[in-house]
């Protein structure tokens, strides 16, 4: 039975809008829905609770936010949210009453956190070309090519800031070497629009029926894509 996995966040506090689960506009779950904070008092403190809670590593960046497409709709649920950095939730941290506040949605938080899901290419001319290992639990292990296609070697280049793939064959992908430590990933499915291969479906971590000769190889073309105006 195929088991798939998807980015779990805890129950009261999420980033959406961002590329990843890791950077995004700041919302928290009260009453069983979810809604906004507001910038009004907010710090880089408070930005380190909401990146610990997440296991999103330390924060690099918070600021209002955002574009008219990526603000809330819903409740603005807080305001005022001082915290002293230690707090483990943000909920711990002292704020304005419960949806009790003079904000906008022109108002709402961005985080950006260090993102913890980490991907390489090796064994290429460049780090745009190679073998593709994936970092988990602190080692780099590599990923099967059951169910891997064009959409998730999109993802992959795309990541990387590598442009579009080129295709690699089975053949091909000796020239990169085989893995000989851990495969972490199996049956990833992207629809290609994903900004990271952790937004993917894919089996639980470890989980897989391969071994190294089934290794995915990608190859990008180096150059960032072209993005329409």
């Known amino acids: 039975m195929l088991h798939l996995s998807f980015p779990t966040v805890p129950e009261t506090v999420q980033l959406v809008g961002g590329p990843g689960r890791c950077k995004g506009r700041v919302e928290v779950k009260h009453k069983g829905q979810w809604g906004t904070v507001c910038k009004a ?7 380190k ?14 600021q209002r936010c955002c574009s008219k497409s990526t603000q809330g709709q819903g409740p603005i649920w807080l305001s005022e949210v001082s915290c002293s950095g ?5 909920q711990d941290c002292p704020s304005g009453l419960w949806g009790k506040n003079n904000c906008t949605h022109d108002e709402d938080t961005w985080v950006e956190c260090e993102d913890p899901f ?22 780099w ?19 990387l800031g590598c442009g579009e793939p080129v295709f690699v064959s089975a053949k091909d992908r000796r020239r990169f070497g085989f893995g000989n430590g851990r495969i972490w990933l199996d049956d990833v499915y992207c629809s290609g629009q994903e900004q990271s291969l952790e ?4 089996r639980f971590w470890g989980h897989h ?6 290794d995915v190889a990608v190859d990008c073309l180096g150059k960032p894509c072209r993005r329409d105006s």
């Open 41 to 47: 008092g907010w710090n880089l403190s408070a930005a």
């Open 49 to 62: 609770v909401v990146c610990r809670q997440l296991g999103c590593g330390r924060a690099i960046l918070t």
């Open 86 to 90: 230690k707090e483990a939730d943000l």
């Open 118 to 139: 980490q991907l390489r290419l090796v064994g290429g001319e460049s780090k745009c070309s190679g073998r593709l290992e994936v970092l988990h639990k602190g080692e």
């Open 141 to 159: 292990g590599t990923v099967c090519d059951d169910g891997w296609g064009e959409k998730e070697e999109q993802v992959v280049c795309k990541q």
């Open 199 to 202: 937004q993917c479906r894919h």
């Open 209 to 214: 029926n391969c071994n190294h000769r089934e």
